[in-house]
């Protein structure tokens, strides 16, 4: 079933004088349940597709479907309101707010869409649960390490079950054995169903997701299926789901 | 946790309502001022200096108003005051005007008594002098009248009694004395048959004052009646040009209140007559109306009121410019949490409610500061100056929501740049 669907995408930004077209007209389409690394050096446009498809920025023409829909009619209310049911976001810099309680951070999605607090409450710790930081709710973001702010943001990210998982370097802030944790993170819930899209220019992360598309000057370069899926070995983690995962993943 | 379900999607949760709440954006917006309490207080400062000034100053205003004006109709029931000096705006009764020649003779009393329409007149004169028991001395003024001055002037003693036309005749050394002479003089013990001084003539308590309280500019409490023939014999008098005994004042009291106005007139044309002037601005005399006092002082309360309503509207312009100096700010410094926010999904709406919600809650929360600041300022000055503090539920009220006013409308622009903020742009603000 393909989740999302964009065709002859292109994007131009004003400098001046100076039109910057980021994007020429990329096609892409993904189906649910996909891992996919969207991947290309510097200037390739990476950056400003995620912002297209995470409904941050529009694109200057072509056409946008997310589960069947059109989105690229959409109003400004109706564009926040599918940011915040059908994309997931995880940054490079977690962008927690840092004033709020972790569970607290987990909460706002829900708290947009308008959720009672005993909802919200309920809904956020089963999600802290399952990134494994249960015990950590009352944490501010300044209190725990980064490999467990990304988790923080993966839990809000997942908390209104959207139709895309979506990271920007998700792993730039974080060190090796952190990155792998992570990574694995993110192929656990690929396994339980969840399409993820990672944006990165690091090979190593691409090498784990089980498709790569390559975008090179504002154009897909190529789109290639990944035989040999890297599975993360987190070493030393304490998510039992996650190292569930891993035994599920041997077997 | 345990049992992985590959295939499934997870279900959606759904919304009864959508949005966010009322009480959820307070509860925002108290957390972002909580998180900054000093700059959050000095924020509101403005506002509360501004609504605390204008509840100080309305209900000390109001209390003075209210003092003076019950010490005006205590001063007797539809009293005209006669006294030397022309113009019509002479000072108010009871006060002696230095400086100015007498020139009420006691024939002019007696003629005027005989006028239709009056209950009853009382002339007085009065001076101040120190008074002495053993070695106790008090601050007096000494004021000679006649017995009619009770009635005239609705001053009835506590204890003891007024002096009679029997002692005005035989000029006895009696005296009726304020509540604040017999504290000071006697302390608790009782006056009454006690000899003081006054300058250095012997005089005998045969009355004693109840406390009128302190009003404005006269204390009532510091005065000492004594018979009006005595005083002119003892204490000093004032002959006119033509060599008649003078007073300072006359208060004379009509039968009703109708008639007063004519009362009025016809005392000033008796005056005019006996004086021999005929030009009105000439006059040397002035009979004034109770009423036109009470009126006169309206007209500066009003101004009052005026000035002040023109305070407060600049005190509360100036807070209101800081609340939106600090707001502006503050969206900048938040640029990366509303960045943050819409990418998780909130609307341009929830933006602006966020910080115009922030904005109101500082103004009106200043706005409840102001109110109890001025509240205490108005209730510690007011024991100082010894005036009872009048606080109206409109000022309070008006206060109120004059804050609330200023919160949204100062609150209202940089809240809708925070809502038309970029989320890429934002995100990436450092």
Redesign the interface.
């Known amino acids: 079933m393909t989740i999302l669907r964009l065709s002859d995408i292109s994007k131009t930004y004003k400098m001046g004088d100076l039109d910057f077209q980021a994007l020429k007209g990329v096609n892409l389409e993904i189906d649910a349940g996909e891992m996919v690394a969207l991947m290309g050096p510097s200037g390739s446009g990476k950056t400003t597709l995620m912002q297209i498809i995470g409904l941050l920025d529009r694109a200057s023409s072509g056409s946008y479907w997310l589960r069947g829909r059109d989105i690229t009619t959409l109003s400004e209310n109706e564009r926040s309101e599918a940011r915040n049911s059908e994309i997931g976001f995880v940054f490079q810099a977690f962008h927690l707010l840092s004033r709020q309680s972790i569970l607290e951070n987990v909460e706002v999605p829900l708290m947009y869409a308008g959720f009672t607090a005993k909802e919200r409450r309920e809904r956020a710790f089963a999600m802290l649960e399952k990134v494994g930081l249960a015990d950590k709710w009352r944490n501010l973001p300044t209190q725990i390490s980064g490999g467990q702010k990304q988790r923080v943001a993966v839990a809000r990210a997942l908390t209104m079950t959207p139709a895309i998982l979506l990271a920007d370097e998700p792993t730039g802030n974080l060190d090796s054995r952190t990155s792998i944790e992570i990574m694995a993170l993110f192929q656990e819930l690929n396994d339980e169903g969840t399409t993820v899209i990672i944006v990165t220019h690091e090979p190593d992360i691409g090498d784990h997701c089980k498709r790569v598309v390559r975008l090179r000057d504002g154009l897909n370069e190529s789109d290639r299926l990944n035989p040999n899926q890297h599975r993360a070995i987190a070493v030393g983690m304490n998510a039992p789901n996650a190292s569930a995962a891993l035994r599920g993943a041997a077997l | ?2 049992s ?10 759904r ?7 009322l009480p ?1 954006t307070f509860t925002i917006a108290w ?2 001022i909580l ?1 900054n309490p000093m700059r959050s207080v000095l924020t509101a400062l403005g506002v509360i200096i501004g609504v605390g000034a204008v509840v100080a100053l309305t209900s000390l205003g109001g209390g003075a108003t209210g003092s003076i004006t019950s010490s005006l109709s205590d001063l007797g029931t539809n009293l005209l005051t006669v006294s030397s000096g022309g113009g019509r705006n002479a000072g108010p009764p009871g006060l002696v005007r230095t400086g100015v020649k007498q020139t009420i003779t006691m024939g002019d009393v007696e003629a005027i008594a005989a006028i239709a329409g009056i209950e009853g007149i009382a002339p007085t004169m009065q001076k101040s002098l120190q008074s002495k028991f053993a070695s106790e001395n008090s601050g007096v003024t000494v004021v000679g009248t006649t017995p009619e001055y009770e009635t005239v002037r609705n001053s009835p003693v506590e204890t003891g009694a007024w002096f009679t036309e029997s002692d005005m005749l035989g000029r006895k050394r009696v005296a009726i004395i304020g509540y604040q002479v017999g504290q000071d003089l006697f302390g608790n013990a009782s006056p009454l048959e006690q000899k003081i001084k006054l300058g250095n003539q012997n005089f005998t308590i045969i009355g004693v004052m109840p406390d009128k309280g302190a009003s404005g500019f006269s204390s009532p409490n510091s005065q000492v009646f004594i018979p009006l023939s005595t005083y002119q014999q003892r204490i000093t008098s004032e002959l006119s040009a033509t060599g008649e005994q003078t007073v300072n004042s006359v208060s004379v009291q009509g039968s009703s209140k109708e008639g007063l106005t004519e009362v009025q007139t016809k005392i000033t044309e008796l005056l005019a007559q006996r004086h021999k002037i005929e030009d009105a601005n000439e006059y040397d005399f002035s009979v004034q109306n109770q009423a036109d006092l009470l009126k006169s002082l309206n007209q500066i309360t009003a101004i009052l009121q005026v000035f002040l309503g023109g305070v407060a509207g600049i005190s509360l312009l100036v807070g209101g410019i800081g609340i939106m100096n600090i707001m502006l700010v503050s969206v900048t410094e938040r640029t ?2 509303i ?12 933006i602006l409610t966020q910080f115009l919600v922030e904005a109101i809650v500082l103004s009106v929360g200043g706005g409840f500061l102001g109110i109890l600041s001025g509240l205490s300022l108005a209730y510690g000055v007011g024991s100082l100056l010894n005036i009872t503090p009048i606080v109206t539920a409109s000022s309070i009220v008006l206060a109120f929501s004059f804050s609330a006013v200023v919160g949204v409308f100062f609150g209202y622009y940089p809240a809708s740049r925070a809502a038309k903020l970029d ?2 742009d934002s ?1 990436r603000y450092e």
């Open positions: 946790m345990t992985i379900v590959r295939t499934a999607t997870p279900e959606k949760p919304a009864k309502r959508s949005g966010l709440s959820q957390r972002a998180a990366k949490e960045g943050i926010r819409k990418a998780l999904g909130a609307k341009p709406k929830d989320p890429v995100l």
